[in-house]
């Protein structure tokens, strides 16, 4: 149907001689026109979803194009229930992910026109592959302007501490994630504690990356206030465009300027996201992280506990050479005084028998000079004048006085001797009022070398006694 147009003719319109069209003709005729020049060809459309819902048993959505922030089209698409499950099959674990705002789409679609509900794309198909392919070129393009930054490896020359309990946790609560990190940590084996603050954060949708920088902001400036050891930054696994959000380049660039260590455990095992790459330390998973943090409180543990036991084992042998070293010094201590004593006794006795072996020879010397003397003045006197007789006595009488006080000299020296022998004897000791107590046979010289219930022998000047120890009291000088 072809709607004439009035566009050519001039002056006023004749409202007599135009013609009015129904509603309804002008939506056949739109219809016609589009089956005429399509003729329900199937298009390959690349659009950005702005919204997405189900209602009942079909979807809708929102497709827009924006360029430079200026919105350029806008269009309505549906996905009727007859393709929503084969699409939802195709998308699997990624469906959710895919079907949301915010998300770029490559589909294929109809055109369809209805008189009421207007111009819409009924999408058949979504190729996925198109979408991971871009979000991997993204990442390349984000890898190789961190690399250029030089933010990889940034963030894991800031030190981190050995024992890292002070932490902060960037994540959702209540995910899985979120909830695993915090029972292994709080259930270790070793009951470590620590103290955790939590910056809750979107980790999944359009304003995930916003919200996640501003937790690391907001981490950063907790640090310029406490002490913080570490900042923990979490998520479960998930599809891998769920995951596409750690590959961000501001979230990337954030972690890495971070002045605090950052942990990251985000994913599965076998996923791997660029802030993995610029994170202090890398964990596979949640788990892993909180895993990480135990492992090196126990590390720390372990080598203190090496040096303590080698401290320890040096201290022993230490004390064990200077215990040695105290025993050869005691026992010098003790044995030297007597050694000294008994060398010092032997000298006096040796002495004492040289005196006297020394007067014995002297006096036998006299004796026989005094016989040899009496034998030549007897036979001088024979010869000599009677006139000189008086004095050869008086001069046997000077020689007798002589040799009787040369020997009261060699006398007192032999009795001053004795006397000095006496007293250093234990006899004269014991006779004086002291005693000598023995253990074993064994001279007892200090209270501590008793104990309680020991037998002693105490020797007196007459007799001994035998005695059992109650109490030991140990005193110095008498003066305590």
Known sequence: MTLPSDASKTGPPDPSARKVHPLSKVTEAVSKMLDERVGGKQLW??????????????????????RNGQRMAQLKGTIWSSRLESIRKALGAEFEEVLKPGR????????????????SLNI?????????????????E?????????????????????????????GSAGTAGFTDFMAHLGGNDFGYAFDIGTCDATVQGAKAVESLVQALHLAGRVALRMEVDAVVLLRGGGAKLDLDIFNDLTLCRTIASMALPVIVGVGHETDQTLCEFVAHTACKTP???AAFIVDRMAAFEGGVEREARAIASESRARLSDHVSFLRQFSTLLTER????????????????????????????????AMGHARTSLSAVAQVIPEGNKKMLGD???????????????HEERVGGVKSTLSLLGPETTLKRGFSITRRNGTAVRSSDELVPGDQIVTQLAKGSVISTVQRTDLKQDGNE
């Not at 679609?109 to 009421?116: D, P, Q």
């Not at 890898?143 to 960037?170: S, T």
């Open 124 to 140: 058949q198909e979504i190729d996925l592959d198109v979408l991971l392919g871009e979000m991997e070129r993204r990442r390349k």
């Open 45 to 66: 459309v690349r659009a950005e979803i702005s919204q997405f819902g189900i209602k009942g048993k079909h979807a809708y959505l929102d497709l827009v194009e924006e």
């Open 104 to 119: 770029e789409i490559v589909f294929s679609a109809y055109m369809s026109f209805h008189a009421v509900f207007g111009f």
């Open 395 to 409: 001069v046997s009488n000077q020689l007798r006085r002589e040799v009787q006080r040369q020997l009261r000299l």
């Open 337 to 368: 005084p007597l050694s000294l004593v008994r060398g010092e006794r032997g000298s006096l006795h040796t002495n004492a028998n040289a005196v006297v072996r020394r007067t014995r020879t002297l006096l036998a010397e006299q004796l026989a």
């Open 287 to 289: 788990t892993a992280a």
């Open 142 to 170: 984000t890898l190789a302007a961190l690399k250029k930054e030089g933010a990889i490896g940034r963030n894991r020359g800031v030190p981190m501490a050995p024992v890292p309990q002070r932490l902060i946790l960037i």
